[in-house]
C-alpha cells in the first residue's frame, strides 16, 4: 500500500504541475494580453504615453513579462551614492534624445546596456507636445523609458510554485520587543486571558497568533502555514486569492476586544490576525492598544468564509444525497421493472433530461410560492432556512446520479454467477442482496466519496449563481469573465489538487470496505 500511494502522491504531483503549465500557456500564450483591460476603468482614463505606461505595468502585474521604469534605476542610483538627489533632474530622460543632457545620456546608455544584456527589449517614448513647435506637453504626453522582457514558462512556473507555501519564522521580524521566539497559553490573551483557549503566540514572526481557536468554522485556526494561490488584480483587488476565499464575509461585528495593552473597548479588530509592521507602533492610537508592532489586523465579520458557505450547503447535500439515492437506488433494483422501479426512472430521466439551471429555478420558484422559502442567501439575517433550497437544488441531481448507478451496478450484480451460485445453496434473497450483491454494487459508489465530500470547497457555480450564495463557486468563472490571470491559474491548480487527493483516498477507501482489493505487489 505504502509503496502503492507515493507512486500515486508522484504521478498525482506531476500531474498537477502538467496542468498548472498547460492553463499557463494557454493565459499567457494563446489569449491576447490587452484582454485584461476590457473592464479595467482606469486604463480607459489614460492617454498617449501614460496610457503604454500604465498597459507594460499591468501586465507585469498580471504575470506578462518583467518590466523596469527608468525612475526605478534612477532611485536605484540614488541609494547607492552614484548620484545625488539634487542630480535627478539632470539625468532626467528630454522631450527626444538630442534633447538629453551629457549626464542623461550617460546614465540612459548605462541602462540600455544592463537591461539589453539581461535579455531585456529597451523602449523610448518621446514627448508628446501640442504642435510641432511648442514646447507644452499633452496631456500624458511624459517622455518614457523603461525596458521590458516576457516570462518564459519555467519561470513563471517556478515562481507560483516557489511562492506556493510560506511558513512563519521567528526571524521574519526585522526589530522586536523582547525576545524572539514561540510561546503556548491555555488562555488565549485576546480573549481576556481568563477563557480557557490554547493559543500559540509568536515574537519575531509576521503573525502574532500561530495557531488559535474561535467559534467560527473550521474552529481551529492557524497563521503557521500559509498559501499563495496567486493575486487577484480585479476580484479581490490586490489580495491573495486563498486569503480572500478563508476570509470571513459580511457585516463589521463589534465586541469587546481585550487589547494587549490591558485596554478593553468595543471594536471590530481581530486581534488574531495581527501583523507584524516595523514602526506601526509610534502612533498615539496604536500606543494605547498595541505593546509592540504587531498592529495590523482584519476586522471581525458576522459571516462565514467563501469556503465555509460552499462547504455548509455541500456537506449536508452530499449527506442527504447519500441518504436518499442509495436507499431509493436498492429499492429500485430489487423491484426491478415494477412500479418503485418505474418511478424512480421517471425522476432520473428529468433530472438528466431537463437542463439544471431550469429545474433550480423551478425549486426556487416553488420553494418561495408554495412553502415561504428565502430565495436569496443574506449572511447577516442568521436564518437557517436560506440554506434549505440550495442544498436540496444540490443534492436531488445527485439522489438521481446514485439512484441510476446503484441499481445498474447492482443488477449486473444480480445476473453474475456467484449469485446464481450462492441461490442454488439455499441463501434467501434477503441475505444475497446484502453479504453480496450490495457489497459488490457500493464499491465504485464508495469510491466517490471523498471526491464528493472535498468537491464541497469547491462550491457549486449554477446554484450559488441562482441563489446568490457568497461561496467559493462562482470564483473561477469571475475569474475568467475579468481576466484575472493569477486567480485562474491558482484557482486550477487547487482543483487539481483536489482531484487528485479525492482519487488517492477513494482508492484507500476502497481497500479498507473490501479486503479483496489490494493495492500491493508480491513478487512470485
Known amino acids: 500500500m505504502a509503496k502503492y500511494l507515493l507512486k500515486r502522491l508522484l504521478h498525482g504531483a506531476f500531474s498537477v504541475i502538467i496542468v498548472t503549465a498547460i492553463i499557463m500557456i494557454l493565459i499567457y500564450t494563446l489569449l491576447s494580453r490587452d484582454a485584461i483591460f476590457q473592464h479595467d476603468d482606469t486604463f480607459n482614463k489614460q492617454v498617449e504615453n501614460d496610457r503604454e505606461v500604465y498597459k507594460y505595468d499591468r501586465w507585469e502585474k498580471y504575470g506578462y513579462l518583467d518590466y ?29 534624445p538630442s534633447s538629453d543632457s551629457d549626464l542623461a545620456k550617460k546614465y540612459i546608455k ?47 512556473l517556478w515562481g507560483f510554485f516557489s511562492k506556493l507555501i510560506r511558513i512563519d519564522n521567528i526571524h521574519y521580524a526585522e526589530e522586536v520587543v523582547g525576545n524572539r521566539g514561540i510561546t503556548f497559553t491555555w488562555f488565549d490573551p485576546s480573549k481576556g486571558g481568563d477563557v480557557f483557549s490554547p493559543a500559540i503566540l509568536g515574537n519575531g514572526t509576521k503573525y502574532k497568533y500561530l495557531l488559535y481557536f ?26 491573495d486569492i486563498a486569503k480572500t476565499m478563508s476570509s470571513s464575509q459580511g457585516s463589521i461585528d463589534v465586541t469587546d476586544v481585550y487589547y494587549p495593552t490591558g485596554l478593553v473597548t468595543k471594536s471590530a479588530d481581530d486581534l488574531h490576525s495581527l501583523t507584524y509592521i516595523k514602526g506601526s507602533n ?46 431509493l437506488g436498492i429499492l429500485m433494483a430489487r423491484k426491478k421493472d415494477k412500479l418503485a422501479d418505474k418511478i424512480g426512472t421517471v425522476y432520473i430521466v428529468f433530472i438528466m433530461a431537463v437542463p439544471s439551471l431550469a429545474y433550480i429555478f423551478m425549486f426556487k420558484a416553488l420553494g418561495g410560492a408554495l412553502f415561504g422559502l428565502p430565495t436569496t442567501f443574506d449572511m447577516d439575517a442568521h436564518n437557517a432556512f436560506v440554506y ?38 439455499g441463501l ?3 441475505e444475497i442482496f446484502r453479504k453480496h450483491i450490495l457489497k459488490n454494487a457500493a464499491i465504485p459508489i464508495i469510491h466517490g466519496i471523498p471526491g464528493s465530500i472535498l468537491g464541497c470547497i469547491v462550491g457549486a457555480i449554477i446554484t450559488e449563481s441562482v441563489y446568490v450564495v457568497p461561496g467559493t463557486g462562482k470564483l473561477l468563472t ?8 493569477s486567480v485562474i491559474v491558482g484557482l486550477s491548480f487547487f482543483y487539481a489538487i483536489l482531484s487528485v487527493v479525492s482519487l488517492i483516498l477513494g482508492d484507500i477507501l476502497m481497500a479498507l470496505i473490501d479486503p479483496r482489493i489490494s493495492f500491493s505487489t508480491k513478487g512470485r
Open 68 to 96: 523596469i521604469n527608468y525612475s526605478e534605476f534612477i532611485n536605484e542610483l540614488v541609494s547607492t551614492g552614484k548620484i545625488t538627489d539634487a542630480e535627478r533632474e539632470q539625468v532626467a530622460i528630454g522631450y527626444k
Open 282 to 327: 509610534s502612533s498615539e492610537f496604536n500606543k494605547a492598544r498595541y505593546v509592540d508592532d504587531y498592529t495590523y489586523c482584519d476586522s471581525t465579520k458576522t459571516g462565514m468564509s467563501m469556503i465555509g458557505y460552499s462547504f455548509v450547503i455541500g456537506i449536508i447535500a452530499t449527506i442527504l444525497s447519500y441518504l436518499l439515492g442509495v436507499p
Open 428 to 430: 434467501s434473497d434477503s
Open 388 to 425: 434549505i433550497l440550495p442544498i436540496i437544488s444540490l443534492a436531488l441531481p445527485s439522489v438521481a446520479s446514485l439512484m441510476r448507478w446503484l441499481r445498474r451496478y447492482m443488477i449486473d450484480q444480480m445476473n453474475s454467477d456467484y449469485v446464481k451460485f450462492a441461490r442454488s445453496g
Open 214 to 239: 474561535d467559534g467560527k468554522f473550521p474552529f481551529i485556526h492557524q497563521n503557521l502555514i500559509t498559501f499563495s494561490l496567486g493575486t487577484s488584480y480585479s476580484i479581490s483587488q490586490g489580495n
Open 110 to 156: 548605462e541602462f540600455t546596456d544592463r537591461y539589453e544584456s539581461k535579455g531585456y527589449t529597451v523602449k523610448r517614448l518621446l514627448a508628446i507636445t501640442t504642435s510641432s513647435t511648442s514646447t507644452r506637453l499633452k496631456a500624458g504626453g511624459s517622455p518614457k523609458l523603461f525596458a521590458y522582457k516576457d516570462v518564459n514558462l519555467f519561470a513563471r
Open 478 to 485: 469571475d475569474a475568467i469573465k475579468l481576466y484575472d490571470n
